[in-house]
């Protein structure tokens, strides 16, 4: 596993502080290649994660992506699927992942401490099938996972929710809700540039 997760710069870092035998050695012990049920449970608790991105040049994008507990789903051992909601139209996640199907995934438990990272391939099809079971969902990305592992939370700040009821953003898609139309969507620089599914509000 160690020669597939390490490249040469890595490496040399390694070895410049004497730790290339605790790389392998963490490769070898936390590193796998298909979702544990301990995975399993933690993805399907998360409430948000960080997606990291590429364009065909490598230039990097990272996003933050939130939503219910339950919205990202793993598939089978080796593959997950999340939804991509209404967002600001920039679609940087999903036009990288359209030219550059390599992504990072990071999920943080900022109560517990706890956190795992994703790294595997992309795809995007706008007509997945699982899209009608993602309340709110515009596309579906799935990613097969290449590395899953663990992260040390040494340095994850606990965060404790303040009300059960405002630990989740109000924009969140869930079933049987209709989140409210962001604030920025209606200021007046953005109006006659918004899609007309956008305006069909006259406050808008």
Not at 59 to 65: A, E, G, L
Not at 95 to 112: A, K, Q, S
Not at 113 to 126: F, H, L, Y
Request: hydrophobic share 35%; proline share 8%; charged share 30%.
């Amino acid at each position: 596993m160690s020669d597939d997760l390490y490249h040469d710069g890595m490496r040399q870092f390694q070895d410049l502080r004497e730790t290339r035998a605790l790389a392998d050695r963490l490769s070898q012990v936390t590193v796998r290649t298909a979702f544990t049920p301990e995975d399993r449970e933690f993805i399907a608790r998360a409430s948000m994660f960080f997606l990291a991105t590429a364009d065909a040049e490598g230039r990097p994008d990272c996003s933050y992506k939130g939503g219910m507990p339950g919205f990202v789903r793993v598939l089978d051992d080796r593959t997950l699927a999340f939804p991509d909601y209404d967002g600001n139209g920039m679609y940087r996640s999903l036009g990288n992942v359209r030219v550059n199907g390599n992504v990072g995934m990071l999920f943080v438990d900022f109560v517990n401490t706890r956190r795992i990272r994703v790294n595997g391939a992309a795809t995007i099809d706008p007509e997945d099938p699982l899209r009608s079971e993602f309340s709110g969902a515009v596309f579906v990305v799935r990613v097969v996972a290449r590395h899953i592992f663990p992260n040390c939370p040494r340095y994850l700040h606990p965060v404790q929710p303040t009300e059960a009821n405002d630990q989740y953003s109000v924009h969140a898609p869930r079933p049987d809700y209709v989140p409210p139309v962001p604030a920025w969507k209606r200021f007046e620089v953005f109006r006659d540039a918004l899609p007309e599914r956008d305006r069909v509000d006259d406050d808008i």
